[in-house]
């Protein structure tokens, strides 16, 4: 079966700031090369550091929000986040793509996407609190918020796999990538 032929699945990584996300998703990419890793669309300045984004001012994102340049967008600590709509060609193409998601759009990520699954990512509070301390771009104030913050929880309707994060980042990994297996990922049919 080619490709284009196929649906791809929509890879959603949910979890607290610290927890190693980004890295995993590196790692991930790195395995899978015919994987898409989705560059989101942030109100952030570009010296933030980070991920790889696409900076952009608030009136901006506004403007390509309304043309529909935007897949699925949201707002969270003062930002808005947008992941584009070429989100959706890659699917169609028959390639999985992975994104950094927000868990408040996890129900609508699951009605925007086919074959929507999420990477749960965990991590003891002390290994987030020392990488978050590590990262630099937030006062001791703000990582205690975080850090205290509950996260919402992921509706019982959607495909999640957790994965501990606390460690050696090859087991993370390892851990994903067994779960993303085809044989080992229940995909919903639409």
């Not at 897949?71 to 584009?84: C, M, N, T, V």
């Not at 002390?126 to 771009?137: F, I, P, Q, S």
Request: a positive charge; hydrophobic letters at 40%; proline letters at 5%.
């Amino acid at each position: 079966m080619s490709n284009a032929a196929k649906q791809g699945r929509f890879i959603a990584v949910v979890g607290p700031s610290g927890v190693g996300k980004d890295s995993l998703m590196n790692a991930l990419c790195a395995r899978l090369p015919e994987m898409v890793r989705i560059r989101r669309t942030i109100t952030r300045a570009p010296e933030a550091g980070g991920e790889d984004y696409e900076p952009v001012d608030e009136a901006t994102f506004h403007a390509r929000a309304r043309r529909g340049d935007f897949a699925l967008w949201w707002s969270a600590h003062g930002l808005y986040y947008g992941i584009p709509q070429s989100a959706q060609q890659h699917l169609r193409e028959g390639h999985d793509v992975i994104a950094n998601l927000s868990r408040s759009k996890l129900e609508e990520g699951a009605r925007t996407f086919p074959g929507f699954h999420v990477l749960s990512i965990t991590a003891k509070p002390e290994v987030l609190a020392r990488r978050l301390a590590a990262r630099g771009r937030e006062t001791q104030e703000d990582r205690t918020k975080r850090l205290s913050r509950a996260a919402p929880a992921i509706p019982s309707d959607i495909d999640v796999t957790e994965i501990d994060n606390s460690g050696d980042l090859n087991e993370a990994v390892e851990a994903a990538l067994s779960a993303l297996q085809p044989a080992n990922l229940y995909v919903r049919m639409r």
